[in-house]
Nanobody, 114 residues
Framework: QVQLVESGGGLVQPGGSLRLSCVAS?????????LKWYRRAPGKEREWVATITGTDGITNYAASVKCRFTISRDNAKNTVYLQMNSLKPEDTAVYCC??????WGQGIQVTVSS
């Protein structure tokens, strides 16, 4: 059974930083495993945030987070990360990781507020 478990969320002031982690079990991150982060803000639809490919580690970001967020991976640890800097109140959402466009984590709350 595949499980993805996120951690690292919480409450942070505007301008602050957080690093989310997503650890997989029952699934091995390999060169063919594309990993993504999504988020869902209150009252809004789920939004794609970032992708990192398996083969070359190529990254892509939503315009709203580009230059502030960084996605990375550690295949040896079956973990994908999302470093979030210069956080804004509009970044408040439940953040979920996704593997292979199939498997989802349960999500973790990130709240940006003073």
């Amino acid at each position: 059974q595949v499980q993805l478990v996120e951690s690292g969320g919480g409450l942070v002031q505007p301008g602050g930083s957080l690093r989310l982690s997503c650890v997989a079990s029952g699934l091995t991150f390999s060169s063919s495993t594309t990993l993504k982060w999504y988020r869902r803000a209150p009252g809004k639809e789920r939004e794609w945030v970032a992708t990192i490919t398996g083969t070359d580690g190529i990254t892509n970001y939503a315009a709203s987070v580009k230059c502030r967020f960084t996605i990375s991976r550690d295949n040896a640890k079956n973990t994908v990360y999302l470093q979030m800097n210069s956080l804004k109140p509009e970044d408040t959402a439940v953040y979920c990781c996704n593997a292979r466009n199939i498997y989802w984590g349960q999500g973790i709350q990130v709240t940006v507020s003073s």
